[in-house]
């Protein structure tokens, strides 16, 4: 397989995620229903982050098992063990610092005392619209976190195909594109009740494909082990958070039944497209 046709079929594996964007531009969702699908798109991150930390571990793993044998050094061993705590953190921690600086940021002032008759009117719009504009980049964090994920997975298929394993990096493209598909919904699931523009749809699901595109190009002509253990622990501290923030947020919607059921759908989701994967060799 050469490095164009690589590159296409990584960029049509990523670019499924738009499949399920365009579900945000719905306006006839009623609030069950959005429950249902932020905690649908909750059980399609919480198997990622599975996934994710479980190819993190197999890497660091390894290396102990090789330093065991005598095959490697301490010092790889441990470089790689702390690339994977450092990574999570880095994904956990960091999106909670980034995100708390632009909640920050975006704050929103009250109303000047003797102001016009209107002020609480427009206090409570300007409410309104740091509310939106907080839910568009909560999307756009999970939107990276997807993106990270999927980087990794890019690193696969280009190394499959530069390897020459035709069969394994066309059924990696499959299972890969069917993941992709799912985490559009895990996008716009968390958005409740604000309508996203296109140009906004179309950034998020740049930021959330995008990465298996460059991933597959990346992996076709370096192979680094180290960077692939890196965008795993990245993606799984990241993935954690944002399971976190929608987690909460849907707490004050209620339908716990609903959206319990619908997790465990998203999950289920995430491991029959896998499944596919698994089937093919991958």
Same mark, same amino acid.
């Given at each position: 397989?050469?490095?164009?046709?690589?590159?296409?079929?990584?960029?049509?594996?990523?670019?499924? +995620?738009?499949?399920?964007?365009?579900?945000?531009?719905?306006?006839?969702?009623?609030?069950?229903?959005?429950?249902?699908?932020?905690?649908?798109?909750?059980?399609?991150?919480?198997?990622?982050?599975?996934?994710?930390?479980?190819?993190?571990?197999?890497?660091? %793993? %390894? *290396?102990?098992?090789?330093?065991?044998?005598?095959?490697?050094?301490?010092?790889?061993?441990?470089?790689?063990?702390?690339?994977?705590?450092?990574?999570?953190? =880095?994904?956990?921690?960091?999106?909670?610092?980034? %995100?708390? &600086? #632009?909640?920050? &940021?975006?704050?929103?002032?009250?109303?000047?005392?003797?102001?016009?008759?209107?002020?609480?009117?427009?206090?409570?719009?300007?409410?309104?619209? *740091?509310?939106?504009?907080?839910?568009?980049?909560?999307?756009?964090?999970?939107?990276?976190?997807?993106?990270?994920? /999927?980087?990794? $997975?890019?690193?696969? +298929?280009?190394?499959?195909?530069?390897?020459?394993? +035709?069969? =394994?990096?066309?059924?990696?493209?499959?299972?890969?594109?069917?993941? /992709?598909?799912?985490?559009?919904?895990?996008? @716009?699931?968390?958005?409740? /009740?604000?309508?996203?523009?296109?140009?906004? #749809?179309?950034?998020?699901?740049? +930021?959330?494909?995008?990465?298996?595109?460059?991933?597959?190009?990346?992996?076709?002509?370096?192979?680094?082990?180290?960077?692939? =253990?890196?965008?795993?622990?990245?993606?799984?501290?990241?993935?954690?958070?944002?399971?976190?923030?929608?987690?909460?947020?849907?707490?004050?919607?209620?339908? &716990? $039944?609903?959206?319990?059921? =619908?997790?465990?759908?998203?999950?289920?989701?995430?491991?029959?497209?896998?499944?596919? @994967? @698994?089937?093919?060799?991958?």
């Amino acid at each position: 397989m050469s490095f164009t046709e690589t590159a296409l079929l990584g960029a049509l594996a990523g670019f499924t +995620i738009y499949l399920g964007l365009p579900v945000g531009r719905l306006q006839t969702l009623g609030p069950r229903t959005r429950v249902a699908l932020a905690m649908f798109s909750v059980g399609v991150l919480v198997f990622l982050l599975v996934d994710v930390l479980a190819h993190g571990f197999e890497i660091s %793993e %390894e *290396a102990v098992a090789e330093y065991k044998a005598g095959d490697a050094s301490f010092a790889h061993a441990a470089w790689l063990t702390l690339v994977l705590l450092g990574g999570f953190g =880095l994904g956990s921690a960091g999106l909670g610092i980034l %995100e708390r &600086r #632009l909640r920050t &940021r975006g704050a929103v002032a009250p109303p000047i005392a003797g102001g016009a008759v209107d002020a609480p009117a427009a206090a409570e719009q300007q409410m309104l619209d *740091a509310a939106g504009a907080q839910a568009l980049r909560t999307g756009l964090i999970i939107a990276g976190a997807i993106g990270l994920h /999927n980087f990794a $997975e890019g690193l696969a +298929i280009g190394v499959s195909a530069q390897a020459g394993e +035709i069969g =394994l990096a066309t059924v990696l493209i499959v299972g890969f594109a069917l993941h /992709n598909a799912t985490e559009g919904f895990g996008i @716009v699931g968390p958005l409740g /009740n604000v309508r996203p523009s296109w140009r906004w #749809l179309a950034l998020a699901g740049l +930021i959330g494909g995008g990465p298996t595109f460059l991933g597959s190009m990346i992996g076709y002509s370096v192979s680094s082990e180290p960077l692939e =253990l890196a965008f795993y622990a990245i993606a799984g501290g990241s993935i954690l958070y944002v399971i976190g923030e929608i987690w909460q947020g849907m707490r004050r919607y209620g339908h &716990r $039944e609903l959206g319990l059921i =619908l997790l465990s759908c998203g999950f289920a989701a995430g491991v029959m497209t896998d499944l596919i @994967v @698994v089937y093919g060799g991958g």
